[in-house]
């Protein structure tokens, strides 16, 4: 406002300079003062934003919203000076029903013409940029590189709807905006893994294994070993179930503390968590990660061997032993 202030009384003193110097009478003057205020105010209703305009802020503007609706959101929030003006202008640019839903970027202060242009015309300022979610993640793996590369991203919101849907977020690259919500992301990443697992629905129907069990093992193989090993763990893991023996894998930690096989404490294994499979036989109650098709697919065609214990060096190379007493000397050998 005082910005305003100052730019109105500079147009006046101006003004009044120029009719104390041409010594034009007090009646015309007058009325020549008024015609100047009138149209100073309204120039600077036109161009100068308020000032609490709210830069660095996305202006979301909805599918199907009324111009009456969106004038009053603007003007609420600071964005417009005058109701009246920006309605007329959208009405002047384009029509009223012709400002275009979207995601606009206010980087910058801007006056009431600028945006009610912006809008008819859709000028987002908003690129669309390409996320990576590479397969293994999960959803706090997620949150945290969406954070780091989204607008004003709400990594609280996005967590509590993630977790829930832990395995069901599709790993793959993405063309997103970088205002997209989390509710919009989410959606993307359920949809995108209906549509890929399509592709295997055959394989999940004839599996002796339910969907949910095969997408927790499948979970488990991101985490324990490399694409070129993963029907042989798989084949381990599903024995060792079979015969009511612990899982112990180090890879449900990820999602219990964050640690990786080679943080893990005595203490660790000793945490109580459904997750943790040293403590609790069967599966996790949920899947620790989002894998990818080539996971669910050794999930589903583990290769049968007489191993029952592997142990994965820092480089991912496997060593497979039968026995506890081989597994203890694998042990020894590679895990100085």
Not at 181 to 188: A, D, Q, Y
Not at 202 to 209: D, E, I, L
Request: proline share 4%.
């Amino acid at each position: 406002m005082e910005e305003n202030q100052r730019f109105i009384e500079r147009w006046l003193k101006e003004v009044r300079d120029y009719f104390l110097a041409h010594k034009i009478n007090k009646k015309k003057a007058t009325f020549a003062f008024l015609i100047a205020f009138f149209l100073a105010l309204s120039l600077s209703l036109l161009f100068s934003a308020p000032k609490k305009f709210p830069v660095g802020t996305i202006l979301k503007v909805n599918s199907g919203q009324s111009l009456q609706t969106i004038t009053l959101d603007l003007h609420e929030k600071n964005i417009i000076r005058s109701k009246l003006f920006f309605r007329s202008l959208v009405i002047l640019f384009g029509g009223e029903k012709r400002v275009i839903a979207g995601d606009y970027l206010l980087e910058k202060r801007e006056g009431t013409f600028s945006l009610a242009r912006r809008l008819v015309n859709g000028k987002f300022q908003i690129d669309t940029i390409k996320i990576t979610i590479p397969e293994g993640w999960n959803a706090f793996q997620i949150a945290d590189y969406l954070e780091k590369n989204l607008l004003l991203f709400d990594k609280e919101t996005f967590l509590d709807l993630a977790k829930p849907k832990e395995g069901y977020l599709f790993p793959d690259t993405y063309f997103v905006s970088r205002s997209v919500t989390p509710v919009e992301i989410i959606k993307m990443l359920e949809d995108n893994f209906e549509k890929r697992v399509e592709s295997i629905s055959q394989s999940f129907r004839n599996s002796t294994k339910s969907e949910k069990q095969i997408i927790i093992m499948a979970s488990i193989l991101e985490g324990e070993a490399l694409p070129k090993d993963r029907n042989v763990v798989a084949g381990i893991l599903w024995k060792r179930l079979e015969m009511g023996m612990p899982l112990q894998v180090d890879s449900t930690f990820m999602y219990v503390n964050g640690k990786n096989t080679y943080e893990l404490t005595l203490d660790d294994l000793k945490i109580d968590s459904l997750y943790n499979t040293y403590k609790y036989k069967g599966l996790p109650p949920g899947p620790i990660n989002n894998p990818g098709i080539e996971a669910m697919v050794s999930a589903m065609n583990p290769v049968k061997t007489k191993y029952l214990y592997f142990l994965t060096e820092k480089d991912g190379t496997i060593h497979y032993a039968s026995t506890f007493e081989e597994h203890k000397r694998n042990k020894e050998l590679y895990l100085k």
